[in-house]
């Protein structure tokens, strides 16, 4: 079965404190690797696909990257505008297109 | 309009009662799906339609339906509500089957009484 576990499940970071996000995935094929972004209230927003170990995709201070076992989002020097919860979602190559798991996310707050 | 529209944004339901969720959209995708989100647990599919005409079952399919009669519309069918039913429903779009990169709509809250 296909699993995916982020975290930390919150972080709580000072503007300008950068970090990282983790996303552990098991998948029996590794088809295409997700991140979103949601905000209260609202339906995900698409931010990054990563399909293979060692790609490494960047947007404004946001930096995904995927090795075999995870994938981790980089937020450097965070902005309160970037506080929101960070979802990773993995395609597994069987079982069809559609198959895609979801992990629980990561909640950012940044303060100003 | 522009991207995915839901709708009702938030519903009280008796349970017993038959409610469909709207969802439109108007960027001609070919795929279309319906995720709900519990809290605690990762959005899951309930049902998908890869083109028009076609529709599949998800993760979490009983106690819905779907239909997929042009490509704009993905309605779904609540026969008949369980408060297990209450949740954030979402509604997402992607240009083809495969869900690289998925457009959602800005979620359905229901709640079965």
């Known amino acids: 079965e296909d699993q995916v576990t982020q975290s930390p499940e919150a972080l709580r970071l000072q503007e300008g404190e950068s970090s990282s996000l983790n996303c552990s995935y098991t998948v029996s094929g590794l088809r295409g690797l997700f991140w979103y972004r949601q905000d209260p209230g609202k339906g995900p927003e698409f931010l990054f696909t990563?399909?293979?170990a060692g790609e490494e995709k960047e947007k404004e201070r946001l930096k995904a990257t995927l090795t075999k076992k995870e994938s981790f989002l980089h937020i450097t020097a965070p902005k309160p505008e970037d506080s929101a919860t960070y979802l990773c979602a993995v395609q597994a190559q069987s079982g069809g297109y559609q198959k895609v798991t979801f992990g629980t996310g990561t909640k950012l707050q940044v303060i100003p | 309009i522009a991207g995915i529209t839901q709708a009702p944004t938030s519903q009280i339901l008796a349970a017993g009662r038959r409610m469909t969720l709207r969802c439109t959209q108007d960027?001609?995708?070919?795929?279309m799906y319906w995720y709900r989100q519990d809290l605690g647990l990762g959005l899951r599919l309930i049902h998908y339609?890869?083109?028009?005409?076609?529709?599949g079952k998800g993760e979490v399919p009983d106690g819905y339906s779907v239909s997929r009669a042009n490509t704009d519309d993905f309605p779904l069918t609540l026969a008949s509500a369980v408060p297990s039913q209450t949740s954030v429903y979402f509604c997402?779009?992607?240009?083809?089957?495969?869900?690289?990169?998925?457009?959602f709509g800005q979620g359905t809250r229901l709640t079965v009484v």
């Open positions: 339609s890869n083109t028009a005409g076609t529709t």
């Open positions: 990563l399909y293979s």
């Open positions: 997402a779009s992607s240009p083809q089957a495969g869900n690289t990169e998925a457009f």
């Open positions: 960027m001609r995708h070919n795929a």
